[in-house]
């Protein structure tokens, strides 16, 4: 009996003995598995298989996949700008993923049992830094494929003729605000996905671009374009013998009053205008100088012959020319005229010259002399001395009856200058020239040979000047 207690005792020893070393030998392989810095078999972190993995191994394999989509912008539905997460500033921030990994790790050690035999499905957050500076400029406009191009209002235009609306045109630039907003919220969003995401493209909206402020249908412009039509093609050239004004669209747009889409001509402007040729062109009781024969310089206050516009006249046509927006070529509107003029030049070399002291006369035409002769001029008293200045001959009669109070004399040829005073043919005289108009001379006249009046009379038109002077 006491060798088989002992022999019980001694397989009792053998068993604990045993027990203790397969305890021991179990702590010893937990303790080394605890303390490996791997990841079980069977264990995955946000789905990836990361058995026998340090923390380090699945930081770096998390990093790269989670770091490696990139984002294509397109614009018209072309390729614009490829970027990836790093060129648009955003990074894994590892060190707060490898703590979350970490985390994993302790909570695998500390179910070290149930780790072993079941393995471990973790989810981390994978997080990321954003670097601002970065991301503004790798995301902007001028990066795109295609040049930025401005936007360009429609506008009014004028080819010389008339007034056409020259459309406007849709450029592609934008806000570069509105495309980082557009671009950083689609991004933040991939970013905080729980697993990695493949390549992403977005589509730049149309919305984004700056649109023409004015287009081809705005209505005020449109309006002011009908209006302009109204007049732009009035053109209105007052010859003054060769010389011409000429009033076009650059002066008369300056005259129009636009209100509602209606224009009105502002007359003032229109007489102040032509009061200014009036001022300039008008001859008539206007000082001169005329030259004579010899090279003398005959000076007169005023001039009874000469140009001068009929202003209001001509201010009522020049509206209406204006308001037909047609060119229009002719004289002004005169009150009275004068035979020619080329510019303020109203003599043009045609005009009868008369001396009184000289007893003598000169007629040109076209600066030539035609026909030069002694004559009678009035006898200087009892008012019957011949009139000095510059006078128009309205017309010319043949033959014609002068009467005056107590006498009455026939002549062929007459033709008149200044309050019954003219010239004619005298064919009672047998004499010109000398002294004979101090003792005989007529009542205001100016005696011509016969033969002398024929010639000036078929020679000279009606409103030509005659120069008397002492």
């Given at each position: 009996?006491?060798?088989?207690?002992?022999?019980?005792?001694?397989?009792?020893?053998?068993?604990?003995?045993?027990?203790?070393?397969?305890?021991?030998?179990?702590?010893?392989?937990?303790?080394?598995?605890?303390?490996?810095?791997?990841?079980?078999?069977?264990?995955?972190?946000?789905?990836?298989?990361?058995?026998?993995?340090?923390?380090?191994?699945?930081?770096?394999?998390?990093?790269?996949?989670?770091?490696?989509?990139?984002?294509?912008?397109?614009?018209?539905?072309?390729?614009?700008?490829?970027?990836?997460?790093?060129e648009m500033g955003?990074?894994?921030?590892?060190?707060?993923?490898?703590?979350?990994?970490?985390?994993?790790?302790?909570?695998?050690?500390?179910?070290?049992?149930?780790?072993?035999?079941?393995?471990?499905?973790?989810?981390?957050t994978v997080p990321?830094?954003?670097?601002?500076?970065?991301?503004?400029?790798?995301?902007?406009?001028?990066?795109?494929?295609?040049?930025?191009?401005?936007?360009?209002?429609?506008?009014?235009?004028?080819?010389?003729?008339?007034?056409?609306?020259?459309?406007?045109?849709?450029?592609?630039?934008?806000?570069?605000?509105?495309?980082?907003?557009?671009?950083?919220?689609?991004?933040?969003?991939?970013?905080?996905?729980?697993?990695?995401?493949?390549?992403?493209?977005?589509?730049?909206?149309?919305?984004?671009?700056?649109?023409?402020?004015?287009?081809?249908?705005?209505?005020?412009?449109?309006?002011?374009?009908?209006?302009?039509?109204?007049?732009?093609?009035?053109?209105?050239?007052?010859?003054?013998?060769?010389?011409?004004?000429?009033?076009?669209?650059?002066?008369?747009?300056?005259?129009?009053?636009?209100?509602?889409?209606?224009?009105?001509?502002?007359?003032?402007?229109?007489?102040?205008?032509?009061?200014?040729?009036?001022?300039?062109?008008?001859?008539?009781?206007?000082?001169?100088?005329?030259?004579?024969?010899?090279?003398?310089?005959?000076?007169?206050?005023?001039?009874?012959?000469?140009?001068?516009?009929?202003?209001?006249?001509?201010?009522?046509?020049?509206?209406?020319?204006?308001?037909?927006?047609?060119?229009?070529?002719?004289?002004?509107?005169?009150?009275?005229?004068?035979?020619?003029?080329?510019?303020?030049?109203?003599?043009?070399?045609?005009?009868?010259?008369?001396?009184?002291?000289?007893?003598?006369?000169?007629?040109?035409?076209?600066?030539?002399?035609?026909?030069?002769?002694?004559?009678?001029?009035?006898?200087?008293?009892?008012?019957?001395?011949?009139?000095?200045?510059?006078?128009?001959?309205?017309?010319?009669?043949?033959?014609?009856?002068?009467?005056?109070?107590?006498?009455?004399?026939?002549?062929?040829?007459?033709?008149?200058?200044?309050?019954?005073?003219?010239?004619?043919?005298?064919?009672?005289?047998?004499?010109?020239?000398?002294?004979?108009?101090?003792?005989?001379?007529?009542?205001?006249?100016?005696?011509?040979p016969g033969d002398?009046?024929?010639?000036?009379?078929?020679?000279?038109?009606?409103?030509?000047?005659?120069?008397?002077?002492?």
């Amino acid at each position: 009996m006491k060798k088989k207690g002992k022999g019980l005792k001694i397989a009792v020893a053998v068993v604990l003995c045993l027990a203790a070393a397969g305890l021991g030998a179990l702590g010893y392989y937990l303790y080394r598995q605890a303390n490996s810095g791997l990841f079980f078999e069977e264990t995955s972190v946000n789905g990836y298989d990361v058995s026998g993995m340090t923390c380090k191994e699945v930081l770096m394999l998390l990093e790269r996949d989670y770091s490696a989509p990139k984002l294509e912008l397109r614009e018209k539905g072309e390729p614009a700008l490829t970027l990836t997460l790093a060129e648009m500033g955003y990074t894994v921030d590892q060190m707060e993923l490898l703590d979350n990994i970490q985390d994993c790790m302790r909570e695998q050690n500390i179910r070290l049992l149930f780790s072993l035999m079941d393995g471990n499905e973790f989810e981390v957050t994978v997080p990321f830094d954003y670097d601002e500076a970065v991301f503004q400029g790798a995301v902007a406009s001028a990066r795109l494929a295609q040049p930025r191009v401005a936007s360009v209002d429609a506008k009014m235009e004028f080819n010389g003729s008339e007034y056409y609306i020259e459309p406007e045109t849709y450029g592609n630039e934008m806000d570069d605000a509105d495309l980082r907003v557009f671009v950083k919220d689609f991004v933040d969003h991939l970013t905080a996905e729980a697993r990695p995401q493949a390549d992403a493209s977005l589509d730049i909206p149309e919305s984004f671009y700056f649109v023409p402020a004015v287009t081809q249908d705005d209505a005020e412009m449109n309006s002011l374009m009908n209006v302009y039509n109204s007049f732009c093609k009035a053109k209105v050239s007052l010859t003054f013998g060769q010389k011409k004004e000429t009033l076009d669209w650059s002066t008369i747009q300056t005259w129009l009053d636009i209100e509602d889409g209606t224009a009105t001509l502002n007359e003032e402007a229109v007489y102040n205008y032509v009061y200014a040729l009036a001022a300039r062109y008008d001859t008539l009781y206007h000082a001169r100088e005329f030259t004579a024969h010899d090279g003398r310089t005959i000076s007169y206050e005023s001039s009874d012959y000469g140009y001068q516009m009929d202003r209001d006249a001509e201010a009522a046509q020049l509206i209406s020319d204006i308001c037909s927006n047609t060119e229009v070529e002719r004289e002004p509107v005169y009150a009275v005229k004068g035979y020619r003029r080329e510019g303020k030049d109203d003599i043009c070399g045609n005009y009868v010259e008369v001396s009184l002291s000289q007893q003598h006369l000169w007629f040109y035409l076209d600066g030539a002399l035609i026909v030069e002769s002694d004559i009678v001029s009035g006898l200087p008293k009892d008012e019957r001395e011949t009139a000095t200045g510059v006078f128009c001959i309205p017309y010319k009669k043949s033959p014609e009856v002068l009467k005056g109070d107590t006498w009455e004399e026939k002549v062929t040829y007459w033709m008149p200058f200044y309050n019954g005073q003219g010239l004619h043919d005298a064919p009672w005289r047998g004499a010109f020239g000398g002294n004979i108009y101090q003792t005989n001379g007529s009542h205001g006249c100016v005696n011509l040979p016969g033969d002398v009046a024929q010639r000036i009379y078929e020679n000279m038109p009606e409103r030509f000047p005659i120069f008397l002077y002492k």
